[in-house]
């Protein structure tokens, strides 16, 4: 539920279609238990009125389990309405902010939050950084929270947390976010903090600086690693021997091989996140890394590209023709290639967008149908239009291509269960985007 101006959650409206639906949302707790409130700072909002519909949801959900996301001042305002359910709670969203009320209410959840599964530390209120008193009494605070948590696995938020006193034994998927820091400035010993978290399965690193020395990072348990921003510092810094799927920038393919041998892990999973004007460099680099991949199973390649898009078609079916020879990847299960095609904004000729994405379109079905082989399980294309007006492409027209019909017969012939999927994102002009599937075929 976001406040102020936004329309009415989906189940407050759904109590009005009908007698008939309004008792069937009513008796349903599961629909009830996922509640996330959006509250603007310094917004005027009738504050009672809120508290009564939450306490009408809180009613409603039942037994459930329940996941909540305070974001903004919603803390501050109606945290208390859900502190009694506290037992339920699954999965929890809260501000990285240290108000005195906040502070409060963490202490009063100490042995409270036996369900607890996931905690994710949110965006809070701008402030300035705590003083070193201040700072201990939110640490202090935190770890009465989080005393007797066991079933606490997930937590996400910024990299300060890892001076809290977590259950790290515990601990088996993070993700550290970039945000400003609301810790007293001190040295970060990246190679001390994260080696701490002897537990952790899933690690991810969302835009934040690495290291500026070369610290060697050595963390045993780690099979799942996610890097967006800065891949290749994180890279040089870190050994996984464990690692199994990796996740990173088409510009760290080149630092890849250090970690492989460094590391000596053997990956099973690849995903590469491909952005606007990449060049020549991507396909040498991707191409360098295939022969230390011999156990790779999945490969996922996500290209986002802008109008005009013809300069990347070529490059797209270069990029992947080495996957094709089976040589290459001789135990590859699954293949996805999803594309993100942007019109951008002053681009006034939307036909010649429409052709450029219907190309992008063509050379997908082309790349995939020889990507095709009997030892894969599926296969998949998402091609998504981001635009100002709703794409031309529909199932209609996609499956009348001579592309189209060749990978389907393929896909057949070598028993590969193979997804087509198109959709498109329309902004309006507030920048919000309103979602259309167009098509979503599956071919066997």
């Known amino acids: 539920m976001a406040l102020g101006g936004f329309p009415r959650p989906m189940q407050h409206v759904l109590l009005e279609v009908c007698h008939q639906w309004h008792n069937s949302v009513c008796g349903a707790p599961q629909l009830w238990s996922s509640i996330s409130i959006l509250w603007p700072y310094n917004d005027l909002i009738d ?18 389990p329940l996941d909540i996301a305070l974001i903004g001042d919603a803390w501050d305002r109606v945290a208390y309405c ?49 003083t070193p008193e201040a700072w201990k009494e939110y640490v202090d605070a935190l770890s009465l929270m989080l005393s007797n948590t066991p079933k606490l696995f997930c937590i996400t938020g910024y990299n300060d947390l890892l001076a809290l006193p977590m259950p790290w034994k515990h601990i088996t998927d993070i993700t550290l976010e970039a945000r400003v820091s609301i810790k007293p400035k001190s040295p970060f010993h990246w190679s001390k903090d994260l080696t701490k978290c002897t537990s952790v399965r899933r690690l991810g690193i969302i835009s934040l600086l690495p290291p500026n020395d070369k610290t060697n990072i050595r963390m045993p348990s780690v099979q799942d690693f996610r890097c967006t921003s800065y891949a290749s510092w994180w890279i040089a810094c870190l050994t996984l021997p464990a690692l199994r799927t990796l996740c990173i920038r088409a510009t760290a393919l080149s630092d890849l091989r250090g970690l492989i041998e460094r590391s000596g892990c053997e990956l099973n999973a690849l995903t590469i996140d491909i952005l606007p004007k990449w060049d020549d460099s991507t396909i040498s680099d991707f191409r360098a890394i295939i022969p230390y991949l011999p156990r790779l199973e999945f490969l996922k390649v996500h290209l986002s590209e802008q109008t005009p898009t013809l300069r990347a078609v070529p490059h797209l079916a270069e990029l992947l023709d080495p996957v094709a020879n089976a040589n290459a990847f001789p135990l590859l299960a699954e293949f996805c290639l999803s594309l993100v095609h942007t019109n951008v904004v002053g681009v006034e000729n939307t036909n010649e967008a429409g052709v450029e994405m219907e190309i992008m379109l063509r050379t997908a079905l082309v790349v995939t149908e020889s990507i095709l082989r009997p030892t894969m399980r599926c296969a998949s294309i998402s091609l998504e239009n981001i635009s100002e007006r709703a794409s031309s492409l529909n199932a209609e027209v996609v499956s009348g291509f001579a592309e189209f019909v060749k990978l389907q017969a393929r896909a057949r012939s070598e028993d590969v269960l193979t997804r087509v999927q198109l959709l498109s994102i329309i902004i309006n002009r507030n920048g919000h985007g309103r979602r259309v599937k167009l098509m979503d075929s599956f071919l066997h």
Do not use: Y
Not at 47 to 64: K, M, P, T
């Open 82 to 130: 859900f502190i009694p359910e506290s037992h339920r709670w699954r999965s929890l969203v809260m501000p990285c902010t240290s108000s005195s009320q906040q502070l409060l209410q963490c202490r009063a959840l100490r042995g409270r939050l036996p369900a607890l599964e996931k905690l994710h530390f949110g965006p809070g209120r701008p402030q300035p950084q705590n």
């Open 47 to 64: 504050v009672e009125g809120v508290q009564r519909i939450l306490n009408d949801v809180v009613r409603r959900s039942g037994n459930a």
